[in-house]
């Protein structure tokens, strides 16, 4: 691997991925959708839960559900974010064989398309946070936070996330346009079966295994942890594991998608060569 | 090892294409290439001419790593395409025609910096290169205008710069003045020519269906049609095959159901072709002798068709093709239209 051109990729990717994100013709306007559409997202939840539970805001589920959510916003952004990069320079731009041909890594380019969606993420779960502890009254104190943890657990959830974007940027190489929600639809899918919501009992006992080789399941979970620690250990999914032990099997499973994620990008890379597939273009 | 810049040995495609869903297990094979042999030398400007959907792009899209071969292989700028597309990447750039790319939120200049940094060029050489292959194709004046606020002309202009920026080994050309007008077909065909006298180791393919395109433009000329290189030649060449012909174009009054097959059935009648034009018809023959022309005016006169203009005229690239295929290169076209991409 040669490493400027994989920097290269990587830098001017990101600033790429910046440009059509940001470049909206209103910054205010860009301002408003970057903080009110999660908060509606989130206000959707709390509504929901309000009504489910008769507003029991103080039970430790709530803290659970919210904390859950707010950090799932992450999963949408960086899988959409890196995989999205195909379908817009395929289809809108015209201009994926032009990036193909030029002497780039490609994987590296479609993971700093995905930077700019994880900086907007970022903001997003600021927000949720601030207005949960502002208004909801969501036990987390700045200063009882486990802050190695925490960055250690967020560091790794990206990369993880980052690789899931990448095996599914590689399939979007190979299928058709109607694919071109995949991000948001693998996101929204996994929604249900990594414990972002609600703990895996929940789930009928066939569908829990799901839950339990995703490695965004043990993200979640740290996170809560580290945030606000024995609220979430009064959930059952994986009160028996100490932390040490979520973060190894986070590190085993991302490093299984990394793994994963190289494989599928060769294959879907040959076979997109092999069936003409890169200069596509789908009539809409 | 010879240094060719562009080397392909039997080189086919084949594309299966799945029929519709009633006809599922149907699985057409359609021969985009077959059995290619091309060698182009380093500082050549080499043509491919043939009509659509004779298999240019395909052959471009091998050549610049984006397409894997069926069969054969193919080697640009001394590497093999299949086996060394991260050798061959560095080397080359391409830019279609006929299609608006780029990222229209961005203004001229960062597209085109953008993708010379995605090359690893040095930044401030990449802006000076910039404004100065703007200026040869009369686009400096935009170089701050953002991309989708251009017309297509001009973002074809655009792309065609980008092409240039980075300085290929080998440069590819798809159809480089498709859709453009006669003004700025004439700036890029001006952009080719000294970015080639520039440095005599630069070699550039374009693929055209413009016969002045090639004639004019190119060291050397294949003329290709359905998948197959038919001759390759320098355009003087490959009109010197013709020369001893004699080539005649006549316009007449309405055909009365004159064929060109009942022209070509006359022993000394090469190739005639037949085009309706308003009132009356255009013929276009290649005759063995001149003496020929004499059967051809009885055979209009028996079908009571009154010639109204003759000239005899040098021979074209046209001819060649006419020669080489027996139809006209737009008479291809028109029965090729329905099934082209
Ligand atoms: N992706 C594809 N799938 C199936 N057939 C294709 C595809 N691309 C091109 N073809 C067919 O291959 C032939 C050659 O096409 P092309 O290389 O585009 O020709 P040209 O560039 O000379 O017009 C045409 O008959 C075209 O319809
Ligand atoms: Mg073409």
């Known amino acids: ?284 | 090892m010879t240094d060719f810049a562009i080397e392909t040995k039997d080189l086919s495609r084949i594309y299966k294409i799945r029929g519709n869903k009633k006809e599922k297990q149907i699985r057409k094979e359609l021969v985009a290439l077959e059995n290619v042999n091309l060698t182009v030398e380093r500082g050549e400007l080499f043509g491919l001419l043939g009509p659509n959907g004779a298999g240019k792009t395909t052959l471009i899209k091998i050549l610049t790593t984006l397409l894997a071969p069926t069969s054969g292989w193919a080697r640009v700028a001394g590497y093999d395409v299949t086996q060394h597309p991260n050798l061959v990447r560095p080397r080359i750039n391409m830019v279609s025609g006929g299609e608006s790319s780029g990222y229209g939120l961005l203004t001229v200049r960062e597209n085109l910096w953008m993708f010379s940094q995605f090359y690893g060029m040095p930044s401030k050489e990449a802006n000076q290169r910039i404004v100065e292959l703007l200026k040869m194709v009369g686009l400096e004046d935009r170089i701050h205008t953002k991309s989708s606020d251009l017309s297509t002309g001009l973002r074809q202009k655009m792309n065609i710069v980008r092409g240039f920026l980075t300085d290929p080994e080998v440069l590819f050309l798809d159809e480089p003045t498709l859709g453009l007008d006669v003004g700025a077909a004439r700036d890029v065909r001006k952009l080719i020519r000294s970015w080639l006298d520039a440095d005599k180791s630069r070699t550039l393919l374009l693929t055209t269906h413009y016969m002045v395109e090639a004639e004019e433009l190119c060291d050397r000329v294949a003329i290709i049609n359905k998948g197959r290189v038919l001759a390759c030649d320098t355009p003087a060449n490959l009109k010197r095959n013709l020369q001893r012909d004699a080539i005649f174009e006549i316009e007449t009054s309405p055909l009365n159901g004159l064929t060109s097959q009942i022209l070509q059935d006359q022993p000394e009648v090469k190739k005639a072709a037949l085009t309706d034009i308003e009132g009356g018809a255009r013929l276009e023959l290649i005759l063995k002798e001149e003496s020929a022309l004499a059967s051809v005016i009885n055979i209009l006169t028996q079908k009571d068709v009154k010639v109204r203009r003759l000239t005899k005229r040098e021979p074209t690239l046209e001819d060649v093709f006419m020669d080489l295929v027996g139809q006209k290169m737009e008479d291809v076209e028109k029965e090729e239209a329905p099934h082209a991409v």
């Open chain 1, 1 to 284: 691997m040669n490493r400027s051109e994989t920097t290269r990729s990587f830098t001017m990717a990101t600033w790429l991925g910046w440009q059509v994100e940001s470049n909206w013709t209103d910054p205010f306007l860009f301002a408003i959708y970057v903080i009110i559409k999660p908060l509606a997202s989130a206000a959707i939840l709390v509504v929901m839960y309000s009504i489910i539970t008769g507003g029991a805001y103080n039970s430790p589920l709530f803290p659970y559900i919210y904390l859950g959510n707010a950090f799932y916003t992450y999963v949408g952004a960086v899988m959409a974010g890196v995989s999205w990069a195909v379908i817009d320079d395929r289809e809108h731009y015209k201009t994926l064989k032009y990036m193909y041909i030029a002497p780039i890594n490609i994987p590296f380019y479609w993971l700093g398309r995905g930077v700019s969606r994880f900086l907007i993420g970022t903001v997003a779960v600021i927000v949720i946070l601030t207005a949960g502890v502002l208004f909801l009254h969501v036990p987390l104190d700045l200063t009882q936070v486990n802050w190695g943890l925490f960055l250690v657990s967020l560091l790794l959830g990206v990369t993880m996330l980052a690789m899931m974007g990448l095996i599914l940027a590689s399939i979007t190489l190979m299928v058709a346009h109607h694919f071109f929600l995949i991000g948001e639809a693998v996101a929204g899918a996994l929604y249900l079966f990594s414990g972002a919501i609600f703990p895996l009992e929940v789930l009928p006992a066939w569908l829990r295994p799901v839950g339990y080789v995703m490695p965004i399941t043990y993200w979640l979970e740290l996170m809560r942890r580290s945030l606000i620690g024995e609220v979430a250990q009064a959930f059952p999914t994986l009160a028996q594991y100490s932390n040490l032990q979520l973060l190894g099997i986070l590190l085993g499973l991302t490093v299984v998608f990394a793994v994963i994620s190289v494989f599928t990008f060769r294959w879907c890379d040959y076979r997109a060569r092999e069936l003409g597939l890169i200069d596509r273009v789908s009539n809409y």
